[in-house]
């Protein structure tokens, strides 16, 4: 680890302290003080993990676009290691809002999946996102792969607004968006505070793997010993 | 809605067998397969070493 990552402890901690505080306590409003929904029952408690999963991976996707971007405008290394960090994280997101989704699926809808629009577009933006990470390790030179990942990471962005906005689009067996008015005070706060927790443990993931990437790339540009 | 009872073992057993009416063990199996992720990804992220 590099001397200016150990300099930040401190913050680090306090993300990961904040993001375990807020699980902790939105798991337990969620699994016992929320009631149950009145048509499902207890299993739309599942929500409280799979929804939170499932704005985050779009969240870290955007952060991989943005960054990007960026790249591309500055060749700056550092944008390029938040990219990456940020879709290797939006991967682990989006994989755990798929499986949650495939758990609830099962008592709800009778099947574990669907060629469901909403379900669809998630798989394809998951694979997308598999796709950039198989690309990156198929570019040796540092710059190529940087350059490409990043317009890739550009174009995969175009499956962020297909998923969010599939469900209203298309029939689908999936719900359309919940939005404020239509949820119950009492599951909305477990809801919120665990995708803040979530929010901060994306961060604190993001934040580990770019420190991760920049010593990986630190020691790409050291020549070897003569 | 009638709170329906529920344990450990017997959500285990829900899911282990497939038996769709008691829903606590889907709960269970979702909100244990989220968390043993971001478990599982923080210590992965904790113990990785950079190249070199």
């Known amino acids: ?226 | 809605m009638v709170a329906q009872p529920y344990t450990l073992l017997g959500a285990a057993a829900e899911v282990g067998s497939g038996v769709l009416e008691g829903h606590w063990g889907f709960v269970w199996a979702a909100h244990a397969l989220g968390l043993a992720t971001l478990l599982g990804y923080g210590l992965y992220l904790v113990v990785k070493k950079p190249k070199g």
């Open chain 1, 1 to 226: 680890m590099s001397a200016e990552s150990t300099k930040r402890p401190l913050g680090q901690w306090l993300v990961l302290g904040t993001g375990v505080t807020l699980l902790g306590l939105g798991e337990y409003l969620g699994l016992f003080w929320a009631p149950p929904e009145m048509a499902m029952g207890d299993v739309m408690r599942i929500i409280y993990v799979h929804v939170p999963s499932g704005w985050l991976a779009l969240v870290a996707f955007l952060s991989t676009a943005i960054f990007s971007g960026l790249y591309l405008r500055t060749k700056t290394p550092r944008y390029d290691h938040i990219a990456d960090a940020s879709a290797k994280t939006g991967t682990v997101f989006n994989a755990m809002s798929l499986a949650t989704g495939m758990i609830w699926a099962k008592p709800t809808w009778g099947v574990w999946w669907s060629w469901d629009p909403r379900l669809s577009f998630t798989l394809i933006m998951f694979l997308l996102y598999v796709a950039y990470s198989a690309l990156r390790r198929f570019v040796d030179d540092t710059e190529s792969r940087a350059r490409w990942a990043a317009v890739y990471g550009i174009f995969a962005s175009v499956s962020l607004p297909l998923v969010y906005y599939s469900a209203n689009w298309f029939r689908s067996l999936h719900q359309p968006h919940s939005t404020p008015q239509t949820v119950d005070a009492s599951m909305k706060l477990p809801l919120r505070i665990n995708a803040f927790a979530f929010l901060f443990l994306m961060i604190w993931f993001i934040w580990r793997r770019y420190e991760l990437l920049r010593a990986d790339a630190a020691h790409e540009s050291t020549p070897p010993p003569a």
